[in-house]
């Protein structure tokens, strides 16, 4: 996705096109097999070796056709940290420094394992960058584009989580279930919120609930706690000072 960003060769010595291509090709091999080993893994004994290579081989090559969009998209959030943090000196700081860019890059990558439904690498893969930012993005989650999450320790988004365009989200936000007592009961029902376009959470807020939407152009003070739909182009503080906000 970023060429020459994350790896120790020097890229710029050869012919890009053909180092781009040499690396796709090697990672989707490598991908290939990871997605045989956890289909045995998960199948059992349901399916035979040669069953599972091509199943693993069907995805691996529906994911290579997506990586120029995913690879868009990522763009599209680097900008998103640019534009969003006067702070961020270039992109390329974005791309080597921000853990909140780091947490969605993996997860854009494990979210097209998870809609191929790729068994457990998906999750490691969310929860090996959850462990390193503090971030904790599930892979079922879904989030639109242009996507920034600033400082980010302690953000939670959950598997059933919708989340729109130019959405930017605080440390400590948790977009969560408002009860899993339920347990296996809840696995195919809608548990966390819909976040809509145009939406910035402030650090700390916790928003609850499957049926919860966050209505588009809206902005949700730190600290708050929400389990019910807010409306479009609504502002929530909890504790202002200023009168004029609700």
Known sequence: ?????????????????????????????????????????????????EELTMEAEDIACR????????????????????DGDPAAKSKEEIIFCYPGFFAIFVYRVAHELYVSNVPYIPRMMTEYAHSGTGIDINPGATIGEYFF??????????ETTEIGNNVKLYQGVTLGALSTRKGQLLSDVKRHPTIGNN???????????????????????????????????TRVHVGSTDPGNA
């Open 1 to 49: 996705m970023f060429a020459g960003y994350m790896e120790q060769e020097d890229c710029l010595q050869s012919n890009l096109d053909d180092y781009v291509a040499y690396k796709c090709s090697s990672a989707i091999h490598k991908l290939r097999e990871l997605i045989v080993t956890a289909l045995e893994c998960a199948e059992h004994d349901k399916k035979t070796r």
């Open 63 to 82: 994911f290579a056709a997506r990586m120029p969009a995913l690879q868009e998209l990522l763009l599209k959030d680097v900008q998103a940290g640019f």
């Open 149 to 158: 999450i600033d400082h980010g320790t302690g953000v939670v988004i959950g």
């Open 199 to 233: 939406v910035t959470v402030y650090s700390n807020a916790s928003i609850l609930g499957g049926e919860t939407v966050v209505g588009d152009n809206s902005t949700i003070g730190g600290g708050a706690f929400i389990t019910s739909s807010v409306p479009e182009n």
